[in-house]
């Protein structure tokens, strides 16, 4: 999707590793966000960046962190990697439009063995 | 906890009907209403907005929106295989706290 970059878009880990879920934007909104989406559980909020340099819990942080690097770059990390958190993982953008809608990266397929 | 909820899928139609597919929403302060479309394996994409009591249409899709039942519901005339996929309401507070709900799948039967 145009103005979402997401990296990488598949990746295979074991139990216990670590990585780092990458995104960047090129439309300039101030706002971005992390999803995980399950089948049957829709979209869940992991966190979100209101701006650069603040960061909030969603509705399912645990086992994540977060870093807003910059305007452009929202990346989410995982420290020890579970099976639990095999899931397909969304980034957003939002501008400053009250009423605009969410635009979304083409996500990333992450599964934990 | 702010709460979407969606008519439990799938809901098939033949090709040529119309789809309806509907949302309530538990937060009265809500205030921008969307329908993404999803397809299988692919990431949402928006379809429609509304924001103001009533219809709002854009080609074949029709959005209702209703803020006293807190309902929101999407018409997909003449429906079209191509329309097969998932389609989440989204519900925000003037682009806060933005609440998807889980989705129904919709097929489009030739």
């Known amino acids: 999707n145009a103005g979402v970059t997401q990296t990488p878009k598949f990746q295979v880990l074991k139990t216990g590793q670590s990585m780092t879920l990458q995104c960047a934007q090129d439309m300039n909104h101030n706002s971005m966000y992390w999803y995980r989406q399950d089948p049957g559980m829709g979209l869940r909020l992991i966190y979100y960046?209101?701006?650069?340099?603040?960061?909030d819990k969603g509705e399912v942080p645990n086992g994540y962190n977060v870093s807003r690097l910059n305007k452009r770059e929202f990346s989410l990390r995982l420290e020890s990697a579970a099976p639990s958190q095999t899931s397909v993982y969304f980034c957003?953008?939002?501008?400053?439009?009250?009423?605009?809608?969410?635009?979304f990266g083409d996500g990333t397929r992450l599964s934990i063995l | 906890q702010k709460e979407v909820e969606q008519n439990s899928g799938p809901l098939s139609v033949p090709e040529g009907a119309i789809a309806s597919l509907n949302c309530t929403y538990s937060d009265r302060g809500s205030q921008s209403f969307f329908w993404y479309r999803q397809y299988s394996g692919k990431s949402p994409e928006l379809i429609m907005s509304?924001?103001?009591?009533g219809d709002k249409e854009d080609g074949r899709f029709t959005a209702q929106l209703n803020k006293a039942s807190q309902y929101v519901s999407l018409l997909i005339r003449d429906s079209q295989p191509s329309d097969s996929a998932t389609y989440l309401c989204a519900v925000t507070f003037y682009g806060q706290n933005f609440v998807f709900g889980p989705g129904t799948r919709l097929s489009v039967l030739p």
């Open positions: 960046s209101a701006s650069e340099g603040t960061t």
């Open positions: 957003a953008i939002l501008g400053l439009d009250r009423y605009q809608p969410q635009h």
């Open positions: 509304i924001y103001s009591n």
